[in-house]
């Protein structure tokens, strides 16, 4: 069990964290999601004792991590894919991390067999690709077999098999009853591989849940394919609904519902092929509760300062 007990931490003037408190219970993969600058990083290393908090506090099985006789064997974890000495090999490297554990050697080959990293080990870390330096980070997060594992945007710079590849292995964690605490800005992938989320921004706890109860009670949009796009996007607009053309005779259509939309056509004389109802997504979802607390916001293309 991971527990986040009240957690803020501050830096100078600045509240990274604010009052965060939430459980990560095991058996399960709980995304961690939040805006660039929301605290999703802070948190992580307050967790792992890479930083100390402000206040309240962080433990893993009850005990904070400078209580735990053998960290990695209790908690693994990778945040950061590159931090690691260029100079040394990837088998090197976490010989170093086993000697330094009282882990035997032998799992590290194990490690590194299973992430695929292998044929690899005796190279030099510093030429490695962020995808190869990630599984290198995933290696040495499973040296000491542990039952919490945290990663921090663990699918940067991997392939498209590299993801389904740690989609299966985050599942395949969960189900051997370990934690699983992930921490993605990458909506769609957390949408198919998470069983829990859990949002934050500028530091605080927004909402939890899992994606069918957070898209549950969203407002989605209905997808329209009919005879006159241009009409009805015009007799929609004089309701509210705000229409965005999808193709040559199709509109997405949000502030409607389909039954307004159908009756709205029938009555303007518009022919009508299509009105499928589109349920709200994760990333939809996550905009919306979100929208406050973005650190760095946008302008719209073609609106100047």
Known sequence: M?????????????????????????GVVTGFLGPNGSGKS???????????PTQGRTTIDGKTYDQLKAPLREVGALLDAKALDPSRSARNHLRALAMANRIPLSRVDEVLEFVGVASVANKRVGGFSLGMSQRLGIAGALLGDPGILLFDEPVNGLDPEGIRWIRDFFRSLAKEGRTV????????????SADQIIVIGRGKFITSGTVDELTATATGTVYVRC???????????????VCEPVNDNGVSVSGLSSDQIGEAAMAAGIAVHELTPQRASLEDVFMSLTADSLEYGHREAGVTP
Do not use: C, W
Request: hydrophobic residues 45%.
């Open 181 to 192: 605490f992930v921490s993605s800005h990458l909506m769609s992938e957390m949408a198919v």
């Open 42 to 52: 802070t948190t992580m290393r307050v967790i792992i004792g890479l930083d100390h």
């Open 227 to 241: 005879a006159d796009a241009t009409r009805l996007t015009e007799v929609l607009g004089r309701l509210q609904g």
């Open 2 to 26: 991971l527990k986040i007990d009240h957690l803020s931490k501050r830096y100078g003037e600045t509240l990274a964290v604010n009052d965060l408190d939430f459980e990560v219970t095991p």
